[in-house]
């Protein structure tokens, strides 16, 4: 069955400092792809970056880079040089069947709260 | 603004009573998504649509809420007889699907529902 794991709760970094949040999934899907959303206090969920499974680079929006460990099945977001606007909860997401027939829905984590100190 | 919009952001309703949310998806979307957050946890998955189609429901989605995508733009989410444990963040997002996209899925910014 399809999981997303992640195991921490509550993270704290110093400005400018880099960040990785964990996560982990259970798939036996070999075509899946994996997301992060940030969600500030007001709501929104907001798109950060995407791996495809069959992505043979690690994927990198700006601060953000996705650290894929395909056979460990982990895909950690690390974030460099934090801002005091990083200060959100981060959530992992999985997709199966992202080449055609994908059923759409996205399976999420429970989230990391990140607050970044002055 | 071109993201996603629903409405309303808030709605505080009575228990026994029906809402109704709106969801407006980025225009050239093909899919609409609804999920369900509670505190402290993921969104978790309602229901999709392709175009007008309702391809899959959730098992979440009892026979009390029912979604609409009539025209493959807007959508609706109606929940009848509402109960306590309705009470939640009700999300929408919107994807394009098809050829070399990924599908990804934006979101807009949630009708907070909270039943008396």
């Known amino acids: 069955a399809q999981k997303i794991t992640q195991t921490q709760p509550g993270m704290f970094v110093q400005e400018k400092e880099a960040v990785t949040l964990d996560c982990t999934y259970d798939?036996?899907?070999?075509?899946?792809?994996l997301f992060w959303y940030k969600q500030p206090s007001s709501g929104e969920m907001i798109f950060l970056i995407y791996?495809?499974?069959?992505?043979?680079q690690n994927a990198t929006e700006g601060r953000y880079s996705l650290n894929f460990q395909k056979a460990r099945k982990s895909a950690n977001l690390v974030i460099s040089a934090s801002q005091l606007g990083d200060s959100a909860m981060y959530f992992c997401?999985?997709?199966?069947?992202?080449?055609?027939?994908?059923?759409?829905?996205?399976?999420f984590g429970k989230g990391t709260k990140l607050s970044v100190k002055p | 603004d071109t993201g996603v919009s629903q409405n309303p952001r808030h709605k505080i309703t009575k228990r026994g009573q029906n809402v109704t949310f709106r969801c407006d998806p980025i225009?050239?979307?093909?899919?609409l998504y609804w999920y369900r957050q509670t505190l402290g946890q993921g969104p978790e998955f309602l229901t999709y649509?392709?175009?007008?189609?309702?391809?899959?429901k959730s098992r979440l989605l009892s026979d009390r809420f029912s979604a609409e995508r009539p025209k493959g733009s807007f959508s609706t989410l109606e929940i009848q007889r509402t109960e306590q444990g309705d009470s939640a963040m009700y999300l929408c997002?919107?994807?394009?699907?098809?050829?070399?996209?990924?599908?990804?899925?934006?979101f807009g910014p949630g009708t907070r529902l909270t039943v008396l």
């Open positions: 997002a919107s994807s394009l699907s098809g050829g070399q996209s990924t599908d990804t899925q934006y």
């Open positions: 225009s050239e979307h093909n899919r």
């Open positions: 798939t036996s899907d070999p075509s899946y792809g």
């Open positions: 649509f392709q175009n007008e189609a309702q391809l899959e």
């Open positions: 791996q495809g499974s069959y992505d043979q």
């Open positions: 997401a999985m997709r199966e069947g992202i080449y055609g027939g994908s059923q759409g829905n996205l399976i």
